[in-house]
């Protein structure tokens, strides 16, 4: 019978098995957890921001943030090309999206004071 110097019984393969088995349920769990704040912070913003957001953007930001967990997950099989193929056309939604909204009238009706400091930064970054 050939001799192996790391042999372990069964009960030891077993513990070993078990620490896998919940490390990857904590993972999950913590997965799941971070997807479920991601949901209650889009609609924390979109019943604070009211009629300005419509349900198909809240929907959109649900897309935009199950893709990035699941790409920052490491769960998408593939190259990095491959990867970067599948979630460049959501941040050019996002993009876009961002850019046709009135964030300064969005702020503004959300916190007057946030309004002040933003023009008062915007201003300052303006070439002269």
């Keep these: ?5 790391f042999r372990l019984n069964v009960q030891e393969c077993l513990d070993i098995y078990r620490r896998n088995v919940d490390k990857e349920r904590k993972y999950k ?3 799941h ?9 889009n609609s ?3 019943s ?5 957001v419509s ?3 809240f929907f959109f930001l649900k897309k935009i943030i199950s893709s ?3 790409f920052q997950s490491g769960k998408m099989k ?6 970067l193929a599948v979630i460049d056309p959501v941040l050019k939604d996002t993009r876009t999206v961002v850019m046709s909204l009135d964030l300064k009238n969005i702020i503004a009706n959300i916190n007057p004071s946030l309004a002040n400091q933003l023009n008062v930064q915007l201003k300052s970054l303006c070439i002269k």
Excluded: F
Excluded at 78 to 83: E, S, V
């Design 1 to 5: 019978m050939p001799y192996y110097p």
């Design 29 to 31: 769990a913590e997965l």
């Design 33 to 41: 957890l971070s997807l479920a704040e991601a949901d209650a912070e």
């Design 44 to 46: 924390k913003l979109v």
């Design 48 to 52: 604070v921001l009211g009629e300005l």
């Design 55 to 57: 349900l198909p953007l």
């Design 68 to 70: 990035l967990l699941i």
């Design 78 to 83: 593939g190259t990095r090309k491959q990867k």
